[in-house]
């Protein structure tokens, strides 16, 4: 058996057969040439998470829906709240969208809370995953008053 073939032409000119390799072999090739990376939608999730909870004014993320069930789940989870919660990303090989549902605090500009939202989200994700964030969405879904009750933090509830 050989390991190479003819033409069609007929010719005496063979190649050899199986897989064709692309790119440029050896060590003085780029390590960004050998291969490809991809990045999960979860992972962009979380940096985006972490991104805009460092951001001061904001309260929480997620809808009223998530949060509450968010808060259920972290009860029963040890009380580990989900970084990806209120988050949802889009992710392509060079580019990524962000949608972010947040809660502000009382009183602060939401226009330069969500500027320093998307900056904080920009520069950890492209920083991060070198994709290109081309657009970071943030619904403003509620605002938390001063006097809003959290969660009970001691476990106590209002009746005893």
């Given at each position: 058996m050989s390991d190479t073939t003819s033409p069609a032409s007929g010719g005496s000119e063979s190649r050899p057969v199986g897989k064709t390799l692309t790119g440029q072999p050896g060590p003085g090739?780029?390590?960004?040439?050998?291969?490809?990376?991809?990045i999960a939608d979860g992972v962009v999730e979380k940096i985006a998470g972490m991104a805009t909870r460092e951001v001061p004014g904001i309260h929480s993320l997620g809808s009223g829906v998530a949060r509450t069930l968010g808060a259920v789940t972290d009860k029963v989870s040890g009380g580990r709240p989900s970084v990806a919660r209120g988050v949802k990303v889009e992710v392509g090989e060079r580019q990524a969208a962000i949608d972010l549902d947040v809660v502000v605090e009382y009183g602060l500009s939401i226009v330069d809370i969500a500027a320093d939202v998307r900056t904080g989200v920009i520069t950890a994700v492209e920083g991060m995953t070198g994709l290109e964030v081309v657009e970071v969405n943030i619904a403003v879904d509620d605002v938390h008053l001063?006097?809003?009750e959290d969660d009970d933090e001691d476990g106590e509830g209002r009746v005893q």
């Open positions: 090739t780029t390590p960004g040439t050998r291969g490809r990376t991809t001063p006097d809003d």
